[in-house]
């Protein structure tokens, strides 16, 4: 019972990382059909950041800081510098630029610092585990969960008591009248960019603090389980991307820790199995969007 | 205030507008008629700053406003109510209304606002909280230019506000447009039902084919039987 609760434990904790980033390319998807497969690369940068500040020994909250407003900070030229020009381009244009993006970054970070991790030295207390009697859990998913619930709380508050965050859910469904009624394109695309950027900087430092490492490649694996996350839960639907991400956790977690060790290393080709069959049933996915597609 | 000349729009090939040419007068209202495809949605699209024209001009308040984002226009009291409502569906009724008037008020003058808007539509201030999209279609459609009217518009551009709606509800709003008016706000109505159109009309423009058919004052159209004619030839 205790490995059982345990494993929920660590379900929730990695798909709430899922989710955040799920979230993120949901929320520069339902705007702009981008699908951003440069993501993986503003977790990067956030990595690389904080690495940067702590082996220049900056203090560790600061250079959490600093690592999530480098994340918001690079999604947000990310969208000046490449998206900005291919704005309404057909999604196949769109998706070969964010390719292109995520290339180019992942070659500098190899040939300017190391194709090799380098690695993050974290306080020991945040490696620690607290025990709660009949259940021990690491130190580290109470801040995960912790911190993905906080996230949710403040896109919430932004997305329903901001001017521009309820546009950029108006912006979803009919982007043209959100322009007519007088608010700007340009800012609403920038706050969507820059809360994918600091959705994907807090998975960054999250992601980075349980491997302890950073590699120019880090940011890859996890965006592509929150794309299948996003696409399990609805394209460009925001509570389907949460839902999403908890579901793709959920499944990995679980096929790791009670699949027998002979077919083990299909774990994940039965995950996949899973989703696809999860998209056969219910093929808008989850929670499909509700944005009617005008033309 | 409103000055149109020579717009030509052309999408490929195929030519929506060959030159057309009319003026909105201060405190007018003006319904712009002519068959399906004769032009007069992409005028209202042109003039909002949806569409770009290939050539021609669009003047406002004698300044050149052609080319300009539709945000910059709607900044300087030009808004559109576009056809079929467009209302944000998924968005509550007071949501719709609050970025309605976003960009041209402050938080105070926007609830000044959306209390005055919500005792000329009750029915609003009943459905307040309610997602957008379960509002009946005549509801959608006061909801539609109860939005547009957050921004205080000087010039209002309607397109097909009576379209699929109860006759009731036509009176409705065609008698809200005539009160609109009287308030001091212009309007260019595109409209589908010419008799009520004209009869509320001070000028009327008759498009076919992307260019002006006939023009003249409300009551002068609706003497002349050959608009019907122009009308339904498509």
Known sequence: MDVFLQQCVNAISLGGIYALLALGLAVVFSIVRLINFAHGEVMTVAGYAIWLALVSSVPVAAAILLGVIVAMLASVAMERVAFRAMRGANVTSLLITSFAVSEIIKVLFQNGISARPVPIVLPPWMSGSINFGFLTISVMSVISITVVILALIVLTFILTRTTLGVAMRAAAEDFPVVRLVGIKANHVVALAFAISGVLAGVSAVLWVAQRGSVDPLMGAAPVLKAFIATVLGGLGSLSGAVLGGFAVGIVEVFLQGYLPDSVAPYREAISLSIIIAILVLRPDGLLPAQNVNRS | ?234
């Open chain 2, 1 to 234: 205030m409103l000055a149109v000349e020579n717009l030509v729009m052309r999408y490929g090939p195929v030519e929506a507008l060959r030159g057309i040419s009319f003026n909105v007068r201060q405190g007018e209202i003006v319904a712009l008629l002519g068959a399906n495809g004769a032009g007069k949605s992409t005028t209202l699209a042109a003039i909002a700053g949806l569409l770009k024209p290939t050539s021609g001009t669009v003047t406002y308040h004698g300044r050149p406003v052609s080319g300009l984002p539709p945000e910059t226009l709607s900044r300087q009291g030009i808004s559109l109510v576009p056809e079929g409502r467009r209302i944000f569906a998924s968005l509550s009724v007071a949501e719709n209304l609050w970025l309605g008037g976003a960009s041209h008020a402050t938080a105070e003058e926007r609830r000044i606002r959306q209390n005055q808007l919500e005792e000329r539509f009750p029915i609003l201030r009943e459905r307040t909280r309610q997602k957008a999209g379960l509002l009946s279609g005549g509801e959608q459609q006061m909801l539609a230019i109860a939005r547009a009217l957050m921004s205080k518009p000087k010039l209002l551009l309607l397109d097909e506000p009576s379209l699929g709606l109860a006759p009731q509800m036509v009176e409705r709003v065609f008698d809200l447009i005539t009160t609109l008016r009287d308030e001091g706000i212009t309007i260019l109505l595109v409209e589908q039902n010419v008799p009520m159109s004209l009869a509320i009309a001070d000028h009327g423009v008759v498009l076919a084919n992307g260019r002006v058919a006939m023009a003249g004052t409300g009551v002068e159209l609706a003497r002349n039987s050959k608009i019907t004619e122009t009308y339904l030839a498509a």
